[in-house]
């Protein structure tokens, strides 16, 4: 019964919207932005970019709402609009552009001791460090669920570079996971 009642309330949210309802498209951003917004800066990794592209995001989702076909889950559509609005965002912005190669350098990127303490806050701060064509295609695939093909056609690269990003990413990941300090002047014991 309770799932059928969020249906129910699903449904007539988005009706609402459908007919330009303020309350409703009110209650649908109220209910996604945070999520979205999270999802946002994964990508862009910018606290004020990231409002606009879940700001612009959710502006194409009332505008393409009709187009949502009950196929799948609503939130799950709206996901793939709001990653399209970050991935054009990343597209439109030069200094934001795909990174393919990364020269070695860590400058920045932040060093674990025991990965058993870290959370998974710590682990979305790792990505976050990445450079961003690692950190585009690692939240597409590792996070999103997206293939490696599916990657291809939206970033507009090829196949072997998703894989081969994804594989840097990982890499990349694991060292800083692995990585141990030279200086143990700080020891706990």
């Not at 999802?39 to 393409?64: P, W």
């Not at 932040?110 to 690692?138: H, I, S, W």
């Not at 695939?141 to 293939?147: D, K, P, R, T, W």
Request: with cysteine; aromatic share 8%.
């Amino acid at each position: 019964m309770f799932v059928r009642k969020t249906f129910t309330e699903e449904e007539t949210i988005v009706r609402g919207c459908l007919k330009g309802d303020k309350k409703s498209q009110k209650h649908l951003y109220e209910a996604y932005s945070g999520k979205f917004l999270a999802l946002c800066y994964r990508y862009v990794k910018d606290r004020d970019l990231a409002e606009d592209v879940m700001i612009e995001g959710f502006m194409k989702i009332f505008d393409k709402l009709s187009q949502f076909e009950n196929k799948g889950s609503l939130e799950g559509w709206m996901r793939k609009v709001m990653v399209n609005q970050a991935l054009l965002t990343l597209r439109k912005n030069r200094h934001l552009s795909m990174e393919v190669n990364y020269d070695g350098q860590e400058e920045g990127l932040g060093v674990y001791e025991d990965p058993n303490d870290l959370e998974a806050e710590d682990l979305l701060k790792m990505v976050e460090e990445l450079p961003v064509g690692y950190r585009t295609v690692f939240n597409l695939y590792a996070i999103e669920g997206y293939s490696h093909k599916e990657i291809q056609d939206l970033l507009g690269i090829s196949e072997s570079t998703s894989k081969s990003q994804l594989s840097r990413a990982r890499a990349l990941l694991k060292q800083k996971l692995t990585k141990i300090p030279i200086d143990k002047t700080n020891n706990h014991g």
